[in-house]
């Protein structure tokens, strides 16, 4: 590789300062892995201790809604500002400070004595976990720039992302029926205290970098739009997708994101460089993270209410249930980032992957009633959903994260959490109001009896599996199209040898100055 090249791939990858030796690498990458662990377990185990919080603290069930939604506005609103935080001061920084405070939002939500008071709690995690996904995925963007190294890791964490749901699950069912409801917020401070000591001991500080500015019209343009979204789209999920506030919210949000594209497009120092979403890597991989959250929320949701509520599993024993999907998104994300991607590329590989999660839901949509095997039907489409889970996060946290400038790595990666917690949200609202009106349509139809009201519940399930299995294979054809052939390091490759190689008019230019130095000295000579 010429010098010109090799200086561009130094220049892209970034030097963290903190990828000194392979060891290294690999225990930073445990760090960061228990920093996305404890962001991923909030969005389902703090959902298995609602009731019992409920009952403690005294709350409606109106209210109950306010203990996700402060959460996800918070999150949702902030992450590409803490993206930017974290290139602007340090993703060290940043994360010690998302993890400290992550943390002790947490105590403070586990200690609650009223309902306002955990719902303040459940804002500032949302705030700090805004600061601590992005400064996590850049920290390991930065680390890991080996392409096989890459990919391995990239395995594990997105193991560990498309997994952490599932474990929230299972996590939160043994704490609530052996413990409290409050050790599924205070776990967090365990979690936070081992991952703390690991970033301080293993992390390099970082400068502030002065060729980062935060771009605050754009700030407060994608906040704003963000929070009018999720807002609007939770309100969807209770109230009605034709009720006054959730229209108004949802055409607001979506104007103020579509002037932050435009002011992105004018500014000197955006705070989303738009190349970044255009590259069709990146652009496929970020389609695939958010379409797949929409599917997604279907398995959780509504298995875990069909495994408590008409099989009369108990909350550890469902929790249970979901360990082979674990593990076969575990086995999945590793295999397809680490061995296969490299070889491959992302196109084949997401696409399959959408697939095989939208055939496992096919499988339970088909096959569910009131006494479904488990082990006959169940167990076999949570295998085929974890395989194309692991796929999808796998390659698809790779790609949305390769080939940026050090200083995008952050914005960068909270692109990435930007597009889940958006899809999460749309799924909640989108699938809840589907299966709400499919049980109304079916108690209509068949009546109120014992049985007609369980056989309306599983039929509402069924109907959300159909409708998450439709996403997941149209979002198949969407990023086949969208994702271009080839593997990441050749279109790497590629962008470094067009870097290094001089254009026409750079060398038109070159020869210009060139003969203009060259008459300045013949005119000094004479």
């Known amino acids: ?209 002065p060729s980062v500015e935060i771009d605050w019209p754009g700030t407060v343009l994608v906040a704003t739009g963000l929070v009018a979204v999720v807002y609007g789209l939770s309100e969807a999920a209770t109230k009605g997708w034709g009720a006054t506030t959730t229209l108004a919210l949802l055409i607001a949000g979506v104007v103020l994101l579509a002037a932050f594209v435009l002011v992105e497009r004018r500014v000197q120092h955006p705070l989303l460089p738009l190349p970044i979403v255009l590259n069709r890597f990146r652009g496929g991989a970020y389609l695939a993270i958010g379409l797949s959250a929409i599917g997604v929320f279907g398995i959780f949701l509504f298995l875990t209410y069909y495994l408590q509520l008409t099989l009369a599993y108990s909350p550890v024993k469902s929790g249970l249930a979901f360990l082979p999907m674990i593990a076969a998104i575990v086995v999945a994300s590793t295999t397809s980032s680490g061995v296969l991607m490299p070889r491959v590329g992302p196109r084949p590989l997401i696409p399959a992957g959408l697939l095989l999660a939208a055939g496992g839901l096919a499988l339970l949509a088909a096959r569910l009633s009131l006494l479904t095997s488990y082990l006959d039907w169940i167990l076999p489409a949570l295998l085929l959903m974890g395989a194309g889970l692991g796929l999808v996060f796998g390659c698809g946290l790779n790609s949305a994260t390769y080939g940026t400038r050090a200083a995008d790595a952050g914005v960068a990666s909270a692109l990435v959490n930007t597009n889940q917690q958006v899809g999460g949200s749309i799924g909640t609202a989108l699938l809840n109001t589907l299966a709400a009106s499919a049980l109304t349509s079916y108690v209509l139809i068949h009546g109120h009896s014992p049985l007609a009201l369980a056989q309306a519940a599983v039929h509402s399930y069924v109907v959300g599996f159909w409708v998450s299995a439709a996403i997941l294979a149209g979002s198949a054809v969407v990023c086949a199209l969208v994702l271009p052939s080839g593997t990441l390091a050749s279109a790497a490759g590629r962008a470094d040898l067009a870097a290094a190689q001089p254009t026409e008019e750079t060398r038109a230019t070159e020869e210009t100055r060139a003969t203009e130095e060259m008459s300045a000295r013949d005119h000094r000579a004479v």
């Open 1 to 209: 590789m010429s010098e010109p090249a090799a200086a561009a791939v130094s220049q892209r990858a970034g030097l963290s300062g903190v990828a000194s030796g392979p060891a290294r690498r690999w225990w930073i990458l445990g760090v960061v892995g228990l920093a996305q662990l404890m962001v991923v377990l909030d969005a389902t185990i703090v959902n298995i201790a609602l009731p019992s919080a409920q009952r403690d603290l005294g709350f409606s069930i109106a209210d109950r809604q306010w203990v996700v939604t402060a959460y996800s506005l918070a999150f949702g609103g902030l992450l590409l500002l803490g993206g930017r935080l974290s290139d602007l001061l340090g993703r060290r920084r940043m994360l010690i400070i998302g993890l400290v405070g992550f943390a002790a939002a947490s105590a403070l939500g586990g200690a609650s004595t009223s309902f306002a008071m955990l719902v303040i709690g459940r804002g500032a995690q949302g705030l700090f976990g805004a600061l601590l996904a992005p400064a996590a995925l850049s920290t390991l963007t930065v680390t890991f720039t080996d392409p096989a190294e890459r990919g391995r890791a990239f395995g594990v964490y997105g193991a560990i992302a498309g997994a952490g749901g599932a474990v929230g699950l299972l996590l939160g069912g043994v704490l609530t029926e052996y413990l409290s409801w409050r050790w599924c917020l205070y776990v967090n401070v365990v979690l936070a205290v081992v991952a703390v000591a690991g970033a301080v001991r293993l992390l390099a500080a970082q400068p502030r970098d």
